[in-house]
């Protein structure tokens, strides 16, 4: 029987963590294996909220199909109802090791954009009420490998300035390409704070340029998940407040 993933630490016990001269191979199987587990771990935070949201906690339903504009397209994380359709979709991307010429994790922003841009574009052409939230993952040592030059940001610092264009979808005939939030997760994946993720919204004004974030600058995995809820309610039963007398 798998182990319920309940926090993060408990996705890197079951994913070990390849060497950085490991064989593409094996890089490639384990960023595969470590985007399912995020993915089931994030359904379990969420299940109780949005009953059927896959995938479950036994991690079938992995990669869930949904209707989109150009038919069916999986899913990391898909809450869907008969009479929703696509209520809620997260999607994750991962970048765990540095590129071996420049020493960073800036190498793939571009295609994981364009992946998330079509994603984004393809669910809301159909569905535009859907809430769709975007994550990157990135080691926490992306926030101090400042480039050569100083114009130069850190990986961390580049991630939120690349991506930010990718957020910011806060109503329905927004532009479809958008997402409707967009975070930068930070993780430590060894020593004495292994396990510690943080959140942050590319949103957010005035980010680092080659430093950690502080503890007001983020969410912790609890936190990211009272947001996505919160967003969620916002597009389908948004709170309603009377004037005070």
Known sequence: MTAELKTFADVL???PRPAEDAAQGTRTKYATQFANKLAVLFANHLRATFKGILPHADGTGQESRARTAKGFKKLDVNYSTPELGLGLGVSLKHIHQ???????YTKNYSRNDNELRSEAMDYH???PYAVMIGVLFLPYDAAEDCGTKKSDPSSFGAA??????????????????????FYIALYEHSG???GKVDFYDVDRQKPPFDR???????????????????????RNDPPFHWAED
């Open 13 to 15: 016990d079951a994913v």
């Open 98 to 104: 540095r590129d071996s010429s420049t020493k960073r």
């Open 125 to 127: 052409e159909r569905q």
């Open 160 to 181: 939120i300035r690349y991506f930010r264009n990718r957020a910011g979808r806060s109503r329905v005939d927004a532009p479809a390409d958008l997402f409707e939030k």
């Open 192 to 194: 004495p704070d292994r």
């Open 212 to 234: 950690r974030p502080t503890p007001n600058e983020v969410v912790t995995f609890e936190g990211f998940v009272d947001e996505v809820i919160r967003v969620y309610d916002a």
